[in-house]
């Protein structure tokens, strides 16, 4: 298989793992689950990941790549939802302050 390939083959399983594992409101609302960990990821985003490397075919270091750039985009996901966990907080307590009871 030529590069061109193995990169469009990449490409597309990532792509997949994207729109998979998309940030929507309703995560963004939702409670870190108490969903098993394996190596820090949640047990059904490993699901996916092996879903992947048995739908496009990848070797050990096709996957291995998938993988690296999956926890990234998990991690990235993660830190999202916290900054804006912790902006929301700050705005309530600031309205709450405002108009003297809690929300």
């Known amino acids: 298989m030529d590069i061109q390939t193995k ?3 990449l490409w597309d399983a990532f792509e997949e ?5 998309s940030v929507d409101e309703k995560s963004l609302e939702a409670k870190d ?3 098993p960990k394996i190596n820090g990821l949640p047990e059904s985003k490993v699901k ?3 879903e992947i490397k048995e739908k496009y075919q990848l070797d050990d270091l096709e996957f291995l790549f998938i993988v690296g750039a ?4 998990y991690e990235g996901q993660k830190n999202v939802k916290d900054v804006i966990s912790k902006k929301i907080m700050t705005l309530n307590e600031f309205v709450s302050s405002i108009i ?3 929300l």
């Open 7 to 9: 990169k469009s083959i």
């Open 48 to 50: 996916d990941l092996m």
């Open 33 to 35: 689950s108490d969903e």
């Open 17 to 21: 793992l994207k729109s998979r594992w």
């Open 70 to 73: 999956a926890v990234g985009f």
């Open 100 to 102: 003297g009871r809690e």
